[in-house]
């Protein structure tokens, strides 16, 4: 066997340790684990490759620049291999690997298992439930079930750019029509979610409470309002602010505990497992030669959680549409959802009652708290410009450095251009009221 590996090295340790950023100028491939290698692949490749051989070449590298990834690394894995016919043919794949920030997280709350379960048995249920109904839907990727020494494990992933998937630029934000896709899909995972819930019961509990729970309380709770306190201090010098920075300031005492609250779901209610990180950059769309949309997948399933739709309605319209369009259309928007939530209820025989557009709209109401955390916390991340500083550590940790990386978040001129126009918005429906 022969290979060339960017991080082939002799040590052999067992746990999700790097190597020194030092040791190659601090640059981000030094951060790549230290156990990926070839050998790591050669039993998943006897499982999926017919008459796979042996692997010739073998390259790893990041999959995204920095700043467009904060919770774990997001590796490419190139790999060519021979089979026993002679042939050569060249596989790719992204593997997403924890990074030393999460650990005191992923202690408590493994992501990591909670995303491999969502590939391995929570996806393929929703998709064979629309197969059962004689639609083909389909939601993501392909996933590898792989071993590997990671302590809080992997998700291995087909490589959709070989099908020429791609994310729109989160900068800019998502059109009418890349919007109207993700509304389709999203639609078509809620109704499959609060079908399954009826029909079989509730999910696990990682999935039915997420982060919300009494243990999480405290950690959410320093993040959330150190978080807050940063933006409060920079939405001092917003244009035309003296209309509501009082409010601002008087609400600072109370969203975190309104926010905890509506994280629990009413199980009377209408609920969804919501994806939970619904944004520009997880979500990926493939086109045809005129450009236009053929499919839709969501990637990133580490932080799902049941409850009222309101949460990826607000999280993803608020933090990813384009400018002129997250206000303007955003009733339009949820009427859209609405109809294709509404279809795709009946074709799967959904067996309560189906949800009218008005009830959504008391949703988004009662839950229009995910708007303000939307706006105070993702989509000031999916604005900024990339930055080797965007990091988990550098948005939840205690630092000067980390402070200063806050700053840039709410103080950069095209969050202030969203952010100006959204709290007058958010104010005149209510949401500052104390």
Not at 183 to 190: E, F, P, V
Request: glycine residues 4%; proline residues 4%; contains cysteine.
């Amino acid at each position: 066997m022969s290979f060339e590996a960017k991080n082939q090295r002799n040590e052999s340790p067992t746990s999700d340790e790097a190597a020194n950023p030092g040791d190659t100028k601090n640059s981000i491939e030094s951060l790549i684990p230290v156990w990926i290698n070839a050998d790591l692949f050669v039993h998943i490749l006897k499982q999926n490759v017919p008459e796979f051989h042996e692997i010739r070449n073998f390259k790893v590298k990041p999959a995204v620049a920095p700043g467009e990834n904060y919770a774990t690394m997001m590796l490419h894995i190139d790999i060519e291999i021979s089979t026993h016919s002679g042939e050569v043919n060249r596989l790719s794949y992204v593997m997403k690997t924890p990074i030393a920030s999460m650990r005191n997280i992923m202690e408590k709350h493994n992501v990591f298992d909670i995303e491999s379960s969502m590939y391995r048995l929570v996806v393929p249920e929703m998709e064979q439930m629309y197969r059962d109904a004689g639609v083909e839907v389909k939601f993501s990727a392909k996933y590898y079930d792989i071993q590997t020494p990671s302590e809080f494990g992997v998700v291995m992933l087909e490589d959709l750019g070989q099908r020429s998937f791609k994310n729109v630029n989160r900068l800019e934000g998502l059109d009418m029509e890349h919007t109207k896709s993700v509304l389709r899909k999203l639609a078509q995972w809620h109704a499959a979610s609060a079908t399954r819930v009826q029909l079989k019961g509730s999910y696990p509990d990682g999935l039915m409470v997420g982060f919300f729970s009494d243990e999480h309380f405290v950690l959410m709770k320093q993040i959330y309002e150190k978080l807050n306190n940063i933006f409060l201090q920079c939405a001092n010098s917003f244009k035309d602010n003296v209309g509501y920075i009082q409010q601002l300031k008087q609400f600072d005492g109370i969203y975190f505990d309104t926010f905890f609250q509506a994280g629990k779901f009413d199980p009377n209610a209408f609920n969804v497992l919501n994806h939970g990180d619904c944004w520009s950059n997880n979500v990926m769309f493939q086109h045809d030669a005129d450009g236009k949309i053929k499919e839709t997948y969501f990637v990133d399933y580490q932080i799902p959680k049941y409850g009222s739709p309101a949460q990826d309605l607000y999280y993803m319209i608020l933090s990813s549409t384009h400018i002129d369009l997250k206000l303007k259309h955003f009733d339009y928007f949820i009427k859209f959802y609405h109809d294709n939530l509404v279809e795709n209820l009946v074709l799967l025989k959904y067996p309560r009652k189906i949800p009218n557009l008005k009830d959504i709209h008391i949703m988004l109401h009662e839950y229009n708290i995910w708007a303000y955390v939307t706006m105070t916390g993702v989509m000031a991340a999916v604005l900024l410009d990339p930055s080797d500083k965007a990091n988990l550590e550098s948005l939840i940790g205690e630092s000067e450095a980390g402070d200063e990386f806050k700053r840039q978040l709410f103080s950069n001129q095209r969050f202030r251009k969203h952010a100006e126009i959204i709290i007058p918005w958010l104010q005149n429906r209510g949401v500052l009221e104390c």
